[in-house]
T-cell receptor, first 114, second 112 residues
Framework: EAGVAQSPRYKIIEKRQSVAFWCNPI?????LYWYQQILGQGPKLLIQ????????DSQLPKDRFSAERLKGVDSTLKIQPAKLEDSAVYLC????????????FGPGTRLTVT | TQLLEQSPQFLSIQEGENLTVYCNSS?????LQWYRQEPGEGPVLLVT?????EVKKLKRLTFQFGDARKDSSLHITAAQPGDTGLYLC????????????FGQGTTLQVKP
């Protein structure tokens, strides 16, 4: 079974530029998550989708971050404009909607904003 | 607001030693997961515990969920360099959304 795919793996941009990340979840997983992980910390949930609907985006900085999952499969996360503090690893995860909600993570995209 | 504490934050030991990491909260959780994350990779699920007092073993790793379902521990016997990584506990958040609350993790380094 193929895992969660993410691209690109690395991205370096200047502040005020825009950037987009792509995620393809495990086939059949209805729930998709985007996390931000700053060095030395645990992942912080940015947004959670159930199929193509948003379940939780309470910690998404909506003035600069946006995400979509138009057909309920793959998803994109965009930052515009980027700030220095956005430097982090952006992780995508997916899960089947069963009682334990075990999440499967992609390798992440490491973003450096200069 | 749920406060989740993992301890210790950092641990550097020699191969063959035993260790325990802890995950504590004042909240009761319906379930809790442990993940390991290696540098440059995403977290990988190790185990899910659901029942208070539950003990699960995964080779040299032993996971325990507290009786009151507020805390958990991970014990590693005879640590190997391959155990090096960031260990994250992640209780399930309130409601039925499947949201996980990640702790800041314990960084473990096992030296050969």
């Amino acid at each position: 079974e193929a895992g969660v795919a993410q691209s690109p793996r690395y991205k370096i941009i200047e502040k005020r530029q825009s950037v987009a990340f792509w995620c393809n979840p495990i086939s059949g997983h209805a729930t998709l998550y985007w996390y931000q992980q700053i060095l030395g910390q645990g992942p912080k949930l940015l947004i959670q989708f159930q199929n193509n609907g948003v379940v939780d985006d309470s910690q998404l900085p909506k003035d600069r971050f946006s995400a979509e999952r138009l057909k309920g499969v793959d998803s994109t996360l965009k930052i515009q404009p980027a700030k220095l503090e956005d430097s982090a690893v952006y992780l995508c995860a997916s899960s089947i909607t069963v009682p334990t909600y075990e999440q499967y993570f992609g390798p992440g995209t490491r973003l450096t904003v200069t | 607001t749920q406060l989740l504490e993992q301890s210790p934050q950092f641990l550097s030991i020699q191969e063959g030693e035993n260790l325990t990491v802890y995950c504590n909260s004042s909240s009761v959780f319906s379930s809790l997961q442990w993940y390991r994350q290696e540098p440059g990779e995403g977290p990988v699920l190790l185990v899910t515990v659901v029942t208070g007092g539950e003990v699960k073993k995964l080779k040299r790793l032993t996971f325990q969920f507290g009786d009151a379902r507020k805390d958990s521990s991970l014990h590693i016997t005879a640590a190997q360099p391959g155990d090096t990584g960031l260990y994250l506990c992640a209780p399930r958040g309130p409601g039925n959304t499947g949201k996980l609350i990640f702790g800041q993790g314990t960084t473990l380094q096992v030296k050969p």
